[in-house]
């Protein structure tokens, strides 16, 4: 069974930094392109970023670009996304999700980790 | 601002049919037929219901259905049941900056 599990969420100040992980298990994670997206609150979904199979190459939305990194440890199966310079924008419900092939769409999604920026 | 439009809400009774619409440009939905749709039940993870416009990934029931005309595409929930009260979330391929473009959800209802 496909699992992703995100960690990592709580509160921060405005300029401080967070790092969220995503645990895979029930699948080859060396395979798949992963992404985060978020959702913040009474909004829609957001796709935040996103790294492919080696870490070799990553993409990020204009909104965090510069703020936000996403790495990979494909020893572990796990994602992470570096979040510096956070604001209060950036409060979301943070989910890792894995792509589907050259589709762009993402066939497993984890439950999420809330991201609180607030003083 | 979400970059695809999506109607606020929908609703239906148990057994009918309702359609929920994405509109968006000929820069994404309109370009490409890389339109997904997902189920959210808040507080659990998104599901993914129909890729490229129109296929629907294993497990999810034929109830479910995708189409797309010009830059609008089109998600139709047939026999609404009880479990189909969530949100409804649509994506496109954007471009090279913005990978994905999503809309800002329909909350269904099922009455």
């Known amino acids: 069974e496909v699992q992703l599990v995100e960690s990592g969420g709580g509160l921060v100040q405005p300029g401080g930094s967070l790092r969220l992980s995503c645990a895979a298990s029930g699948f080859t994670f060396n395979n798949y392109w992963m992404h985060w997206v978020r959702r913040a609150p009474g909004e829609g979904l957001v796709w935040v970023s996103r790294i492919i199979t080696d870490g070799s190459g990553t993409n990020y939305a204009d909104s965090v670009k510069g703020r936000f990194t996403v790495s990979r440890d494909n020893t572990k199966n796990t994602l992470y996304l570096q979040m510096n310079s956070l604001r209060a924008e950036d409060t979301a419900v943070y989910f890792c999700a894995r792509g589907l092939g050259y589709t762009y769409a993402f066939d497993y999604w984890g439950q999420g980790t809330l991201v609180t920026v607030s003083s | 601002q979400s970059a695809l439009t999506q109607p606020p809400s929908a609703s239906g009774s148990p057994g009918q049919s309702v359609t929920i619409s994405c509109t968006g440009t000929?820069?994404?939905?309109?370009?490409?037929?890389?339109v997904s749709w997902y189920q959210h039940h808040p507080g659990k993870a998104p599901k993914l219901m129909i890729y490229e416009v129109s296929k629907r990934p294993s497990g999810v029931p034929d109830r479910f259905s995708g189409s797309k005309s010009g830059n609008t595409a089109s998600l139709t929930v047939s026999g609404l049941q009880a479990e189909d009260e969530a949100d409804y979330y649509c994506s496109s391929y954007g471009d090279s900056n913005n990978f994905v473009v999503f809309g800002g959800g329909t909350k269904l209802t099922v009455l």
């Open positions: 000929s820069s994404d939905v309109g370009g490409y037929n890389y």
